[in-house]
């Protein structure tokens, strides 16, 4: 399994970024897709999820309403749409997969990316 995130970037507050995560290497819709985040000295925190349908997704309280995420299973990529973003939203962000369980938790995950930095200036 490898997953590979782009998209990463320098944006002013209240700017836009659109994360990608390219799947291979396995069957990319049978899998949930979830994506975290880790800022230096934080622990890592859930940023979004979707399910393998793309019928159900899941945010995280500090990003719900500003990011949409979204999965293309033709392509094997699932994206992070991200809108008004802020200063608190600097991290290095990561594409993950799981089979099953609570979509939040980053140990549920067996499979991640190597990261992308986003950082936010104020």
């Known amino acids: 399994v490898q997953l590979q995130a782009s998209g990463g970037g320098l944006v002013q507050s209240g700017g836009s970024l659109r994360l990608s995560c390219l799947a291979s290497?396995?069957?990319?819709?049978?899998?949930?897709m979830g994506w975290f985040r880790q800022a230096p000295g934080k622990e890592r925190e859930f940023v979004a999820a979707?399910?393998?349908?793309?019928?159900?997704?899941y945010y995280g309280s500090s990003v719900s309403g500003r990011f949409t995420i979204s999965r293309d299973n033709a392509k094997n990529t699932v994206a992070l749409q991200m809108n008004s973003l802020k200063p608190d939203d600097t991290a290095v962000y990561y594409c993950?997969?799981?089979?099953?369980?609570?979509?939040?938790?980053?140990?549920?995950?067996?499979?991640w990316g190597q990261g992308t930095q986003v950082t936010v200036s104020s």
């Open positions: 290497g396995y069957t990319f819709s049978s899998y949930i």
């Open positions: 979707i399910t393998t349908t793309g019928a159900k997704t």
């Open positions: 993950a997969a799981m089979m099953r369980g609570d979509v939040s938790h980053p140990r549920e995950y067996a499979d």
